[in-house]
């Protein structure tokens, strides 16, 4: 008995411990979606939603989460263009950290993350002039 209440609480602490954590928010309501990272950290806990993402979905022990990122540009015929930024939970993951897509109304980037909390920051991009610099810079 002892043997098979240790396995249960090893296997509900295993996968407690895979879970991710992300910010989980629509810049259309809440206006610190658009960049989280402008906020101290207690107005984050305040007022910005970090969801575990295994949290309320069946079937949850199958699907590896990540943390998501989406800036929607919404492109208007007769006046100026919106900007929309969602965070949230993904399973479903592209080959690539970025991707973007355009349609006719719209212009997306969607980038995936794999820490708790990334999708509050940009993605990092390092330039090759950027590089080239510094490295001009180590030598002169």
Same mark, same amino acid.
């Given at each position: 008995m ?8 090893? +296997?509900? @602490?295993v996968?407690?411990?895979?879970? =991710? !954590?992300?910010y989980?928010?629509? *810049? ?36 590896? +989460?990540? @943390? ?5 540009? =919404? !492109?208007?015929?007769?006046?100026? *263009?919106?900007?929309r930024?969602?965070r949230?939970?993904g ?8 991707y ?15 820490e ?12 090759w ?6 490295v001009?810079?180590k030598?002169?």
């Amino acid at each position: 008995m002892k043997f098979i209440v240790t396995t249960v609480l090893l +296997f509900a @602490c295993v996968g407690y411990g895979t879970a =991710i !954590l992300c910010y989980e928010c629509n *810049s259309v309501n809440n206006s610190m979606c658009l960049d989280p990272t402008i906020y101290d950290k207690e107005s984050l806990n305040k007022y910005l939603r970090v969801t575990e993402c295994a949290e309320g979905v069946l079937g949850h022990q199958q699907r590896d +989460f990540f @943390c998501r990122k989406i800036v929607q540009t =919404i !492109l208007h015929k007769h006046r100026d *263009s919106d900007v929309r930024v969602t965070r949230g939970c993904g399973w479903v993951r592209s080959r690539r950290d970025c991707y973007k897509a355009d349609n006719e109304d719209h212009l997306e980037t969607v980038c995936q993350c794999f820490e708790d909390g990334c999708n509050a920051a940009a993605p990092a991009v390092i330039s090759w002039s950027l590089i080239t610099g510094l490295v001009l810079i180590k030598w002169c």
